[in-house]
C-alpha cells in the first residue's frame, strides 16, 4: 500500500510551490466555482488527474501552455492544482519552468506490477474472444527463439487447433510467433499490419489470426491469437474475425498499462 501522507504539519513549500501559488491567487478563475464536489466524484480531483493524463510516453517535459492546451483548463487553474500535485510527489517542476511526472508515479507503478495478476487479465479476454469467434484462443509470449503458450481457451469444436497452455512453439511459424518477431525492437520499423493471419505454417490446413500486445515503454508483451481449420477461416467472417482480435489486443494493452495508439491507428510505424 502506498501512504502519502505526513504526520503532524504537512511539508513546507519549497519555492517552486510558493511561485505556483503566487501566480494562481491573484488570477479570476471562471471555473473555481465548479470545481467541487458531485454525487459522480470530486470535480478537483478528476482536473488534477486530467493534468496528469496530459503527459505522454515521448513527453520529456510539458510547458503550462501545453498542459492548457490538452486539458481545456485555465491556466490559473492548473495552476492552482499543481500545487498539490508538485507536494505529493506526482508531478515536478523543472528549472526551466516547464514540468514532468513525478516520483510517485514510478511507485505507483511499480505497486501496480507487483499486484499485477496475468491470469486475471488474460483469461477473460481470450473468453470473450472464443465466444465472438468460435475459434480457440491463445495468449503467446516470446522465450528466446521460440514462443510459450502461456494462457488457453478452447472452443466447443470437435475439430480444432489442439494447443495447450505450456506448450512451445516455433516463432517463426504462425501468426503468433511472427507478431513476437515483427514488433521485437524499433517501433519505427514495425509493419503496417495491424492483425496478422496465416494459414497452413506451422500445421497443415490450420490459420490463425494474431496481433500484439503491448506493455509500458511501447515494449510488446506478448500476441493474442485465435487458431483453428483454415475452412472456417473463410473471406465472409474474416473481417468480424480481425476486428475481434484487435479489440482484444487493444483491450489487454490497455489493462497492462501500455499504449493501444498503433493498434487504434492513432500512431504510425
Given at each position: 500500500m502506498v501512504r502519502l501522507a505526513w504526520r503532524g504539519r504537512p511539508p513546507r513549500m519549497g519555492a517552486a510551490e510558493t511561485s505556483l501559488r503566487a501566480a494562481a491567487a491573484g488570477v479570476p478563475d471562471p471555473t473555481s466555482q465548479n470545481m467541487t464536489d458531485n454525487k459522480d466524484g470530486v470535480a478537483a480531483v478528476e482536473r488534477?488527474?486530467?493534468?496528469?493524463?496530459?503527459?505522454?510516453?515521448?513527453?520529456?517535459?510539458?510547458?503550462?501552455?501545453?498542459?492548457?492546451?490538452r486539458t481545456g483548463f485555465y491556466k490559473s487553474t492548473i495552476l492552482r492544482l499543481l500545487v498539490s500535485l508538485i507536494r505529493f510527489g506526482c508531478v515536478q517542476q523543472l528549472p526551466d519552468a516547464t514540468y514532468k511526472l513525478g516520483h510517485a508515479v514510478?511507485?505507483?507503478?511499480?505497486?501496480?506490477?507487483?499486484?499485477?495478476?496475468?491470469?486475471?487479465?488474460?483469461?477473460?479476454?481470450?473468453n470473450?474472444?472464443?465466444?465472438?469467434?468460435?475459434?480457440?484462443?491463445?495468449y503467446f509470449r516470446r522465450e528466446g527463439d521460440v514462443r510459450l503458450c502461456l494462457f488457453r481457451v478452447?472452443?466447443?469444436?470437435?475439430?480444432?487447433?489442439?494447443?495447450?497452455?505450456?506448450?512451445?512453439?516455433?516463432?517463426?511459424q504462425g501468426a503468433a510467433g511472427r507478431v513476437l518477431v515483427e514488433f521485437d525492437g524499433d517501433p519505427a520499423h514495425w509493419p503496417s499490419t495491424r492483425v496478422f493471419f496465416s494459414v497452413g505454417e506451422r500445421e497443415p490446413d490450420i490459420a490463425a489470426?494474431?496481433?500484439?500486445?503491448?506493455?509500458?515503454?511501447?515494449?510488446?508483451?506478448?500476441?493474442?491469437?485465435?487458431?483453428?481449420?483454415?475452412?472456417?477461416?473463410?473471406?465472409?467472417?474474416?473481417?468480424?474475425?480481425?476486428?475481434?482480435?484487435?479489440?482484444?489486443?487493444?483491450?489487454?494493452?490497455?489493462?497492462?498499462?501500455?499504449?493501444?495508439?498503433?493498434?487504434?491507428?492513432?500512431r504510425k510505424s
Open positions: 488534477a488527474l486530467t493534468i496528469m493524463n496530459a503527459f505522454r510516453i515521448d513527453d520529456q517535459a510539458l510547458t503550462l501552455h501545453e498542459i492548457a492546451n514510478m511507485t505507483w507503478g511499480t505497486v501496480y506490477r507487483q499486484s499485477l495478476r496475468l491470469e486475471d487479465h488474460v483469461v477473460p479476454v481470450l470473450r474472444l472464443v465466444e465472438l469467434t468460435g475459434e480457440g484462443a491463445s478452447d472452443p466447443r469444436h470437435s475439430v480444432r487447433d489442439h494447443i495447450y497452455a505450456g506448450q512451445v512453439l516455433p516463432l517463426t489470426l494474431a496481433a500484439p500486445v503491448f506493455g509500458p515503454g511501447d515494449k510488446v508483451v506478448g500476441s493474442i491469437a485465435i487458431s483453428g481449420p483454415s475452412s472456417r477461416f473463410a473471406e465472409t467472417v474474416l473481417p468480424s474475425h480481425t476486428a475481434a482480435v484487435r479489440e482484444a489486443a487493444i483491450n489487454l494493452t490497455q489493462q497492462l498499462g501500455g499504449s493501444s495508439d498503433w493498434l487504434l491507428g492513432m
